[in-house]
């Protein structure tokens, strides 16, 4: 019995009174029990981006490597020279990891790989920025967050190391905002030719609409309107709206469609992530101004006796929407018997802008497309800016013994090697990774393109949390600072805004603040937005996330030779630091750390002095003649001096003059002042960098040089010392020990 | 010369075996679709890493029954080589070319890092080009890559010098540490009696270009290459 709509029935599908006379007025009469099933997915925040469309307007998206803008297509797309193109964009997977962590994750890396192949792209290489609550200690939210962590990383692994596309690097973070509501965002790449680039419309008046891959289950039902809800004790319940990822029928989907691409059959093709068939029918449609018209009774399911409400709103995985050119219908046959996949011809396009959905003979749903999928209300949501956080005099802290600190800075998870979660993870797969994660950017080889990438993702919620502007901004600037570190020169952003619910004005101030943040800092440093994904309502009982609006960034090594590592290579090498010693200290990992205070101004970002180091590091790695380069970030110079020694295959000594600047040595050592990198290189080189005159935007310092079974830091008036043994220990172990414990 | 590298519903390394033969070494490669029903043709069989079939039921179990194995195994009873890397190791012990079976990692984890090998049989067609006693490094990828085979079997292999590859540390010692699975006696890779059919899980085709941080695993296919010819010649 098809339910009555009722004022609460469309409440319940998180409709506004505004929204359902919107709704009214677009039909010209009141929409059925399926058709506001469909308005409800359509517009939820997950698919319309109602609330943020606005502020997403700011981004820079435009460049001459540009070849797909934001918003266009599933992906952006970017020239990378010789005819070669890549696709890429981080998706989040935030509430399904919540409620059901293992297909959670598994199905947000399923998501972002179809989004990539959508666009004719082989999908290359995976990354992702993983957030957690506390995983040390017994309390019950800690057993909570490694039960997360376990499952997560275990969905990550089972859907990417089985589709056989490699995980090279990422970033995983611990803090208290992130109890109840973790967040995985998932980056995918795919490299393609840039006159191959697929695109999603209907065009074609009386071209056929196939339906290919898994069949529609009831699983995932409405999970974009999931999403865009708070997390609360009972979203439990909502676990049918998560979805069952099963990545061997993903790679079966992946190798049919790329091979149908190529044949030339393809006028247009869609994937069915949220929204499932709902999404792109009408996306579709109105990409290529026509209708479509489709039948339900003609679309594989695996269950029986499904409504047309569940049926359009199920997001079952592993489907795709393809519009095949007239004449060409054979071919699908062909490429998916051969793939053993489910395929059915459900419909057709048509030249009446509707989306039309038949189910026994009779129309079941009639939307304009257009109005469904790109007139979603756009609101603009009130703002209230919080009070600032007051500045952090350090000389106020009692001190504590820096020695000891910077063992328990790089034994906190977010700073200790994340070996136990990327060991599960293939990243060698494809014969490509030539930086595998655990340096600043992975850099891997396109084979077919004969191309190096670099790709990283950064964000200092920390930052964000005191500064959502200036944190964006920093965010931007490491991820650049990453690339150069690698050899690369930084082309294009994808970003994933994480964010609490909208409704919040404090909330909704973070979010504009730290779009502007990065808007300014993408257009500053010319790398456009060219996607990414917003996730609101990150909040549980327990919170709401800090702002984190992560950014990956890909750059390109243009020449093999270039390629650079973090860690320290050669005894006797000379290791400077580019830029200044610094001195902030506010929002800092050390503040967090050993003081537990989340508190302070965080650092501030000068463009030009930023522009100036990254510029002098990327050209004096061409030269040929730098060892390693390291930026230093979170635990500031003591971090990042004890992971050149650490991080390499074979660990490595250093012996490091820091004459005392500041009157506080911890200050010296662990403050996250910007614009500094770390490098090392051999003899002769070091005797031009000391002559170097001093540029005007930064120092070049010398620090010391590579060697022996320690690290030690003299600063004139203390000599602190750490066996290379201890620093590995603390720092490797730390996670594996942590996640070791038996959680029943 | 010709090699085929089989491609099942789920191999995800039989891109990068190709590429190992045609970029890496200069050979004729050729993929061969599972549904074929002959490998005859071709001078050699690779056996892909992967998820074959989606490892359903077991690792490398519903291979077995493909209609292209039939003539694999007949193929190889009868002299062809044969080469299973990872999944392909755990086919050849499913379709019982091969002896022992492939278990959950000690730890119960995926695990992906780079290994250290130990020949100690160079009388394959694929390791004849190296020396017995020399290390290989490659990296493992898998999460089903025990070794195991029960104490008589373990034995006859150790005796019958069907122990083709050892898991060592960087001094050439099988020691607990260096085993990465808990593959019994560090067993990474072993052949049949007849040496013609080898599987390892270590992947030989991601370690054929110094950029990934290894070409040790090229070797490997130049015995192979190397074989071939001279069977031809």
Known sequence: MTPIVTPELVRQHGLSEEEFERIKTTLGREPNFTELGVFSVMWSEHCSYKNTRRELRKFPTTGPRVLVKAGEENAGVIDIGDGWAVAFKMESHNHPSAVEPFQGAATGVGGIIRDIFTMGARPVFLMNSLRFGPIEGDSETARKNRKLVRGVVAGIAHYGNCIGVPTIGGEVYFDESYNGNPLVNVLCLGILKRAEIARGAASGIGNAVFYVGSETGRDGLAGAAFASRDLTEESKADRPAVQVGDPFRGKLLLEACLELLTSGAVAGIQDMGAAGLTCSTCETASRGGTGVQIDLALVPKRETAMTPYEILLSESQERMLIIVRSGQEERVKEIFEKWDLPYSKIGVVTDDGQMRVLNDGSVEVEIPAKQLADEAPVYQRDVAVPRASDPILATKLPLHDPSDSLLQLLRHPSIASKNWIFRQYDHTVRAGTVVPPGSDAAVFYVREANKFLAATTDCNHLYCSLDPREGAKIAVAEAARNLTCAGATPLAVTDNLNFGNPYRPENFWQLREAVEGLAEACRRFETPVTGGNVSLYNESPLGTIDPTPTVGMVGIVEDERWITRQYFRDAGDAIFLIGAVGDEIGGSMYLKTIYGKKAGRPPRLDYDREFAVQKFVRELIRTGVVKSAHDCSEGGLGVALAEACISGQEKIGASIRLPASHERLDVLLFNESQSRIIISVAGDAAERLRQQPAGARFPVIELGSVGGPKLEIDTGETIFSWSLNQLHETWYSSIALALSQQDL | ?233
């Open chain 2, 1 to 233: 010369m010709k090699i085929a590298v089989v491609r099942f519903p789920g191999s995800n390394c039989d891109q990068d075996c190709l590429r190992a033969l045609t970029d890496g070494l200069g050979v004729r490669a050729e993929y061969v679709w599972h549904k074929e029903t002959s490998v005859s043709g071709y001078d050699a069989v690779i056996l892909p890493g992967g998820f074959s079939y989606g490892d359903y039921l077991r690792c490398g179990a519903i291979a077995t029954f493909s209609p292209i194995m039939r003539s694999v195994v007949k193929a190889a009873n009868d002299g062809l080589p044969v080469f299973g890397i990872c999944n392909g190791f755990q086919i050849l012990c499913e379709t019982g070319l091969l002896r022992g079976a492939l278990i959950r990692n000690r730890s119960l984890l995926f695990l992906c890092q780079p290994v250290t090998l130990k020949l100690e049989n160079n009388r394959t067609p694929f390791t004849r080009l190296s020396t017995d006693g020399s290390l290989f490094r490659m990296p493992i990828a898998h999460g089903e890559g025990a070794f195991y085979a029960d104490d008589q079997t373990l034995t006859e292999l150790e005796e019958g010098g069907q122990v083709v590859f050892r898991y060592v540390d960087s001094e050439g010692q099988a020691t607990v540490e260096s085993n990465p699975n808990g593959s019994r006696n560090n067993i990474a890779g072993i052949c049949n009696p007849a040496g013609n059919v080898l599987g390892i899980m270590p992947h030989p085709d991601r370690s054929w270009d110094a950029r990934l941080g290894s070409d040790d695993g090229l070797q490997l296919f130049q015995s192979l290459a190397d074989t071939l010819l001279s069977v031809a010649a």
